[in-house]
Nanobody, 124 residues
Framework: QVQLVESGGGLVQAGASLRLSCVAS?????MAWFRQIPGAERDFVAA????????FYADSVKGRFTISRDNAKNTLYLQMSSLKPEDTAVYSC????????????????????WGQGTQVTVSS
């Protein structure tokens, strides 16, 4: 089972930028970022294919967030810009550790490995 460890969260002001990282213990297929606020379900943020050639974003972050990966380092990134207070959440990375034909990337059930999450707080 692949282990995922996120880092890079913190407290920033609205309009600032932040980069999250997620290091995997081994190679993975598609990877994604989700976020969650207390009392709510995890929301899809962004996903990326194994090669990095395909990326997918939630409408709420398009144009502000960029997902990328470095397969040589088994690391996933999320560059967040123009942060808003509504971006405040615990951000978790997710990965598919096995191949699947699924072309759906936005559902939590598509991923079998999860990190513990990192808190991002954006003040107004």
């Amino acid at each position: 089972q692949v282990q995922l460890v996120e880092s890079g969260g913190g407290l920033v002001q609205a309009g600032a930028s932040l980069r999250l990282s997620c290091v995997a213990s081994g190679s993975t297929y598609a990877m994604a970022w989700f976020r969650q606020i207390p009392g709510a379900e995890r929301d899809f943020v962004a996903a990326i294919s194994r090669s990095g050639g395909s990326t997918f974003y939630a409408d709420s972050v398009k144009g502000r967030f960029t997902i990328s990966r470095d397969n040589a380092k088994n690391t996933l990134y999320l560059q967040m810009s123009s942060l808003k207070p509504e971006d405040t959440a615990v951000y978790s990375c997710a990965a598919r550790s096995q191949f699947t034909w699924s072309t759906t990337y936005s559902r939590t059930r598509e991923y079998d490995a999860w990190g513990q999450g990192t808190q991002v707080t954006v003040s107004s």
